[in-house]
Structure formats: structure tokens, C-alpha cells
């Protein structure tokens, strides 16, 4: 199992930005996909971005496209996700996740690594 501990929430005004971090360890991270969810109050945790560790490829919610931007550091070992154009309904706690299958097919239920989250609350 992969170690995961995010930094860089916080509270923005709408249409701004904000950049969440993940450092990773405790693994072999190339054998991982990567991502983030996020989980607003009485909802469901729910599929963010994700990328590939190896490749690079990514995968976005289409509610965030064109708007977060997710990427890996190889040599930090770091996870990061950009968020622009930040709304009041992406307020939520971020997490960051990892599992040795593609996290944009998985259920989060069935998620096998996570971060302890970040609080992201954007005001109107």
C-alpha cells in the first residue's frame, strides 16, 4: 500500500484558483493510478481526475474539464490538481487516491488508498 497525504485547500472566491497537493510514498507508484475525488456534504465521494503514474494519461469529470488540470511529479513523487474558474458547488473535501486499477472505472467504494482529504470551500 501507498502512503498519501494531501496539502493546499483552503477557502477562494468563485472564479478563482487554488493548487492541491499529494505526496506519495510507501510504494512501487508506478504500478498505480492516481487521482483525486471529492465528497461535499451529504453527498457521495465522487470521481474527480485521475492520471497514470507511467504514461500520463488523465481522465476528468466532465464538471471540471477545461477547469482542473491534474499532473504528477515522477521525481518529488508528488500528485498535484489545478483548479481554475473554481465554483461554490466544487466545494468539498478533496481526496487523494490511488489503486492499482484505473480509478475512472472503479466504484470509490472500492478505492484501496486515500489521503486524510483537504477542505476546498469557494465563496460566492
Known amino acids: 500500500q501507498v502512503q498519501l497525504v494531501e496539502s493546499g485547500g483552503g477557502l477562494v472566491q468563485a472564479g478563482g484558483s487554488l493548487r492541491l497537493s499529494c505526496a506519495v510514498s510507501?510504494?512501487?507508484?508506478?504500478?498505480?493510478?492516481m487521482g483525486w475525488f471529492r465528497q461535499a456534504p451529504g453527498k457521495e465521494r465522487q470521481f474527480v481526475a485521475a492520471?497514470?503514474?507511467?504514461?500520463?494519461?488523465?481522465n476528468y469529470a466532465d464538471s471540471v474539464k477545461g477547469r482542473f488540470t491534474i499532473s504528477r511529479d515522477n521525481a518529488k513523487i508528488m500528485v498535484y490538481l489545478q483548479m481554475n474558474s473554481l465554483k461554490p458547488e466544487d466545494t468539498a473535501v478533496y481526496y487523494c487516491?490511488?489503486?492499482?486499477?484505473?480509478?475512472?472505472?472503479?466504484?470509490?467504494?472500492?478505492?484501496?488508498?486515500w489521503g486524510q482529504g483537504t477542505q476546498v470551500t469557494v465563496s460566492s
Open positions: 492520471i497514470t503514474w507511467s504514461g500520463g494519461s488523465t
Open positions: 510507501g510504494g512501487i507508484v508506478s504500478r498505480y493510478s
Open positions: 487516491a490511488a489503486d492499482a486499477r484505473p480509478l475512472i472505472l472503479i466504484s470509490p467504494t472500492r478505492v484501496k488508498n
